[in-house]
């Protein structure tokens, strides 16, 4: 397989030092597969059928709905939060559907946020995009209070990208958003790379030191449901769907996870101390799905947690 060259990444060297000094002195959390290519990789993600997106969408309609009904008759206009929105296109298609709410996109990145703004923003009068750290919101953009709150909030595929500690941070900057007993909605997966058997004994060293030596979190849906409570919900309920791909759809699988990888290249060089070892990893990894593999699973899970006033009050 031919060899990744570096060069071509429009991405900055980043080591494991800086991402731990970065996080010291600003709270906004590392996305290490930032690209300037990353807004079309969302993109065409968004519409993978393997990933079964609808099972989440079907959930927070129910919950919108039940919020909705809660409502008193005067006042049935909804404010809801996608926090970590990334293209945007998943709120779009919730936006067209639900035209009487309002929704709002935040995310870190400010490219994502402007491609966001001029694709969907300007066909959908309801729906806006704001680039906003969640976790230091006042310092990002002085419009939004520390009363700013939401009747729902949508959080999906972003725990994986933070480390644990940074990970209950964002999940008490949710909390001090939403309306109390109203709804947010957290969606990851058990693990990131899949389930899978193989019998290269390297492929499965390089994973466990990623796994151990990352700035993210490979297995954040297993945390999630505790870190839920931890924050003081008064309930989470919790749906788990396995996602099983098989012959064509592991080979299209496995052009999507080199496209992941190849993103995140200066991180993987900088965990795996050399350019020689990330390459290695990536061919093995990549080779092992499209010609070895015959089942490749993850398990999602959704959880849909609420905090009553006081919870939502702790500090």
């Known amino acids: 397989m031919k060899k990744l060259r570096t060069s071509k990444y429009a991405v900055p060297r980043l080591t494991l030092a800086d991402a731990t000094t970065s996080r010291q002195r600003d709270p906004a959390p590392i996305y290490i597969l930032e690209s300037a290519k990353e807004f079309y990789r969302l993109e065409q993600q968004s519409r993978v059928t393997a990933y079964r997106f609808e099972t989440e969408e079907n959930l927070f309609r129910k919950e919108v709905q ?8 005067s006042s049935t206009e909804l404010k809801i939060l996608d926090a970590g929105c ?51 919101i006042e310092k990002n953009d002085p419009r939004f209070k520390s009363d700013t709150r939401f009747d729902a909030i949508f959080c999906r595929f972003v725990l994986q990208h933070l480390q644990p500690p940074v990970q209950k941070n964002w999940i008490r900057a949710l909390r001090q958003r939403i309306n109390p007993g109203s709804p947010i909605m957290v969606v990851d997966l058990d693990s990131v790379l899949g389930h899978f058997h193989t019998e290269d004994s390297r492929l499965l060293r390089q994973m466990k030191t990623l796994e151990e030596k990352l700035p993210i979190d490979l297995h954040a849906g297993k945390r999630m449901p505790q870190l839920l409570w931890e924050a003081g919900a008064t309930s989470v309920e919790l749906t788990i769907e396995p996602l099983i791909l098989q012959g064509k759809e592991i080979r299209a699988e496995s052009v999507r996870m080199q496209a992941r990888l190849e993103h995140a290249f200066p991180t993987l060089k900088a965990t795996l101390s050399s350019e020689r070892e990330a390459n290695d990893f990536i061919d093995r990894y990549i080779r092992f799905l499209k010609f070895e593999c015959r089942c490749l699973y993850f398990t999602k899970l959704i959880a849909v ?11």
């Open 305 to 315: 947690a609420r905090f009553t006033k006081k919870g939502i009050e702790r500090s």
């Open 66 to 73: 039940k919020r909705l009904n809660s409502k008193s008759n």
């Open 86 to 136: 990334g293209s945007g296109s998943y709120f779009a298609r919730l936006a067209r559907e639900f035209s009487m709410f309002q929704f709002e996109g935040w995310d870190q990145a400010e490219d994502r946020i402007r491609q966001a703004s001029r694709l969907y923003a300007t066909t959908h009068q309801n729906l806006t995009f704001h680039r906003i750290n969640i976790l230091n």
